[in-house]
Nanobody, 125 residues
Framework: VQLQASGGGLVQAGGSLKLSCAASGRAFSTYSVGWFRQAPGKEREFVAIKFRSSNNIVYADSVKDRFTMSTDNDKNTVHLQMNNLKPDDTAVYYC???????????????????WGRGTQVTVSS
């Protein structure tokens, strides 16, 4: 499985960006798909996950009500719509997939088996 995130860029605080993550080799519908981010000098941080089993989407508290995750199964692509961006959202964003992640492990990087290259998001104040 290969993943490729795209759509990052530079935006002013309060602005929006839409990230995309395309998968090749396996269908997203057979995996749980997550988004993580990593700011300079910080650990990788959970952003959101769409569970394969229930189609339930769970967000980190820090992005809830601002970010929306969606899937396009026909294009095997997952999106992360990010609105009302803040400087603290500045990070490299990664998409990841797992066939075994459970709810209690959703925030842990080790629960995900496949990772894509990240895309840089920079929010200026």
């Amino acid at each position: 499985v290969q993943l490729q995130a795209s759509g990052g860029g530079l935006v002013q605080a309060g602005g929006s960006l839409k990230l995309s993550c395309a998968a090749s080799g396996r269908a997203f519908s057979t995996y749980s798909v997550g988004w993580f981010r990593q700011a300079p000098g910080k650990e990788r941080e959970f952003v959101a996950i769409k569970f394969r089993s229930s189609n339930n989407i769970v967000y980190a508290d820090s992005v809830k009500d601002r970010f929306t995750m969606s899937t396009d199964n026909d294009k095997n692509t997952v999106h992360l719509q990010m609105n009302n961006l803040k400087p603290d959202d500045t990070a490299v964003y990664y998409c990841a997939m797992s066939s075994t992640v459970i709810f209690s492990e959703r925030t842990k990087s080790r629960a995900y088996h496949h990772w894509g290259r990240g895309t840089q998001v920079t929010v200026s104040s």
